[in-house]
């Protein structure tokens, strides 16, 4: 894609970075004209299609994609969308990563038409549809059980039995060439009959990694399409193109609870300094599925942090996610075994024009590209212990950013080195060059964001 230059990429309307502004949302049409500079520039969405419209279906998905164009969403990933298992099911409609066939779309969703119409129209947006996809166990039900039992796996003379007290679902047997032959053609049907552009990869690191480099060559000889793996382990990394940072999420949640900003920083740099991903990427993320399920709300977990933090996941390194209802600030916990809609409305407006303008901030500024591409991270010493500043710089461009994290509105200096150059004052408007003397007034757990 070409890329635009930068001075264009900057010319943007400007919101409040107060975290309590008395603002109405503002004319939206917003990302549509905005393109995404490369491929390691992009936003990920998660959708539970279960819970995402009133339709629960994909046609509800389909008929939202010009918001989601809108919000700055590049990647839908759908999660799990086969027939979910009967037997031993958990709730009233049973976890969707308990799949009975993995060859067929769950009937409450729509049809394999539907899908494809759903496929068919985010492509003409421009955006992508990645499939979560479930390789390591079965439902009790699925439909290899009856015939092919020898493609699970034996533990302490029981077969089938269930995996980590997963209690909804059996355990596959990747020592059986006949069971990850099929499960590579089925892999393989989604791409060729829906034309899907990736795989989001459950429990990845649970499953061989030969299986993984086996699967993606023969999907490779189809489409090229995008990895990500549910994990942390980086010898995966030589499959897949982007795997979860799931032990930063971890430090975010437990900054949340001790507001230790000492903590946070050494995470970011331990997170960017991390040499097995200098040539791919990460998903960097306050919430999903899982989290929201078992651990409760951001809202609950990050508490008076999360509008900086939320700043920050967009910022500090890679891909962000959104979970559905994220972006409109939904406080509620919604379980996996059970239809629990996303509540759309109220919508918070501080929350939903700050995301709007992060996902364009990350969609146009090559110094936050992720990956190989990825730039420089400078953390700034500052005159207060709650504020946490850092700039990412690739060639000439530079995004500063600073985040207050105490209860109190601070004015603030650099204590050493100062970012360099004539900045635009991205959330607000006007232009800032910075010595150690310039003082900054940021709002109690409040954020400013800079681009040069």
Not at 209 to 227: D, G, Q
Not at 374 to 386: A, H, I, N
Not at 400 to 411: A, D, H, K, T, Y
Request: hydrophobic share 40%; aromatic share 12%; proline share 4%.
């Amino acid at each position: 894609m070409r890329i635009k230059p930068l001075f264009v990429l900057m010319v943007i309307a400007f919101i409040s970075c107060s975290s309590n502004p008395d603002i109405t949302d503002p004319d939206t049409s917003g990302n549509q004209g905005v393109s995404v500079i490369s491929k390691n520039n992009r936003v990920i969405y998660e959708v539970n299609v279960r819970n995402y419209s009133a339709e629960g279906n994909f046609a509800g998905v389909e008929k939202d994609l010009p918001r989601l164009k809108s919000l700055g969403a590049d990647i839908l990933w759908l999660m799990p969308i086969h027939p979910i298992g009967k037997e031993n099911r958990e709730g009233t409609k049973g976890s969707p990563y308990a799949v009975k066939d993995y060859k067929a779309v769950n009937p409450d969703y729509g049809t394999l038409a539907d899908l494809q119409s759903l496929v068919k129209a985010a492509h003409a947006a421009n955006m992508e549809i990645w499939l979560d996809w479930v390789a390591n166990h079965t439902a009790w039900d699925h439909v290899w059980v009856k015939d092919h039992l020898d493609y699970y796996a034996e533990k302490e003379g029981v077969r089938p039995y269930s995996p980590n007290d997963w209690g909804d679902v059996i355990q596959l047997d990747y020592n059986n060439a006949a069971m990850r032959a099929a499960m590579i053609d089925a892999i393989k049907y989604w791409v060729q009959e829906a034309d899907i552009d990736g795989f989001r990869c459950d429990a990845a690191s649970f499953i061989p990694l030969s299986f993984w480099r086996e699967a993606r060559a023969e999907v490779n000889k189809i489409k090229n399409i995008t990895w990500l793996a549910e994990g942390d382990n980086p010898e995966y990394m030589e499959v897949f193109d982007y795997d979860y940072a799931w032990e930063f999420n971890t430090q975010l949640n437990t900054f949340g609870k001790e507001n230790n900003v000492t903590a946070l920083i050494d995470a970011c740099r331990k997170l960017y300094d991390n040499s097995n991903y200098s040539a791919k990427g990460r998903m960097v993320f306050l919430t999903n599925h899982d989290l929201n399920a078992y651990d409760g709300t951001e809202f609950v977990r990050y508490g008076d942090a999360l509008l900086p933090l939320t700043v920050l996941s967009f910022t500090i390194y890679d891909m962000p996610l959104i979970y559905n209802g994220q972006e409109i600030g939904m406080n509620k916990s919604m379980g996996l075994f059970d239809i629990e809609k996303v509540q759309w409305s109220p919508v918070n407006q501080t929350i939903s024009n700050l995301i709007k303008k992060l996902t364009q901030l990350k969609r146009t500024q090559l110094a936050l590209e992720s990956g190989a591409g990825r730039g420089t991270l400078t953390c700034y010493q500052m005159s207060s212990d709650k504020v946490f500043a850092y700039s990412r710089k690739k060639g000439s461009n530079e995004v500063l950013v600073l985040l207050n994290f105490g209860p109190s509105p601070v004015n603030v200096r650099f204590s050493d080195q100062a970012p360099s150059g004539n900045f635009t004052n991205y959330l607000k408007s006007g232009n800032q060059e910075f010595t150690s003397q310039t003082v900054l007034t940021l709002p109690a757990n409040g954020y400013a964001i800079y681009v040069k």
